[in-house]
């Protein structure tokens, strides 16, 4: 089956970090994914996982991927208020799907 | 570059009419996927083209369809408009030969359904 969880709501300090959890049901998922979306605008990529990785940093974006009990997270370090958006993990499936399956989105607010 | 662009912006359209809504992929990619995002929930996929054939398709009606052109821009029709179709409608693009890695999305168009 399809399906993508988050929780919806994570409110932390400016500074602190930011831990986003995401549960997927398919174990054929080829890639995860972590995209944000500010308020009106688009989806931008932030990071991607393949399946075979454990995990994958990029700069203050850490990305922890638990592939026997399909739990990716997404870590912001030192988390400004430029971080404030909703949070989109989403999973593929197979080498050639282009598909996307999403979870609903977690909102993070950074509080100054 | 100035990556994946969509028009418009903003839509209103009433029940029972058709629009077409269009997308140009960031450049040198050849690969355009269509997703409905509707208010407070994820994307939602509809369809995907390469070499101007629709090669993946997700759960929506036959109302929904589309067009790649040979400059690799891509179409999306929707016929007799429900309120439901009401959502923001995203494109992504990406390299075919790249897998589903790496799909990168437009701003988006926001088709509201009176």
């Known amino acids: 089956g399809e399906d993508v969880e988050q929780s919806l709501f994570l409110s932390v300090r400016e500074g602190d970090s930011s831990v986003i959890n995401c549960t997927y049901t398919d174990s054929s998922s080829t890639y995860l994914y972590w995209y944000k979306q500010e308020p009106g605008a688009g989806l931008q990529l932030l990071t991607y996982i393949f399946s075979n990785m454990d995990m994958k940093q990029d700069q203050r974006l850490t990305v922890l991927l638990n592939k026997k009990d399909k739990h990716l997270s997404l870590r912001i370090a030192d988390t400004q208020t430029g971080d404030s958006a909703i949070y989109f993990c989403a999973e593929s499936q197979g080498d050639s799907s282009y598909k996307l399956i999403f979870g609903s989105g977690t909102r993070l607010l950074v509080r100054p | 570059d100035a990556g994946v662009t969509q028009s418009p912006t903003h839509l209103i359209k009433t029940r029972g009419q058709q629009v077409t809504l269009r997308c140009s992929p960031k450049s040198g990619h050849d690969t355009v996927s269509w997703y409905q995002q509707a208010l407070g929930q994820g994307p939602q996929f509809i369809f995907q083209?390469?070499?101007?054939?629709?090669?993946q398709r997700g759960n929506f009606p036959d109302r929904f369809s589309g067009h790649q052109f040979p400059n690799y821009s891509s179409e999306l029709n929707v016929n007799a408009l429900l309120l439901g179709d009401s959502a923001l409608y995203l494109c992504?693009?990406?390299?075919?030969?790249?897998?589903?890695?790496?799909?990168?999305f437009g701003p988006g168009t926001r088709l509201t359904v009176l």
């Open positions: 992504a693009s990406s390299r075919f030969d790249r897998g589903s890695s790496e799909q990168f």
């Open positions: 083209y390469y070499e101007e054939e629709e090669r």
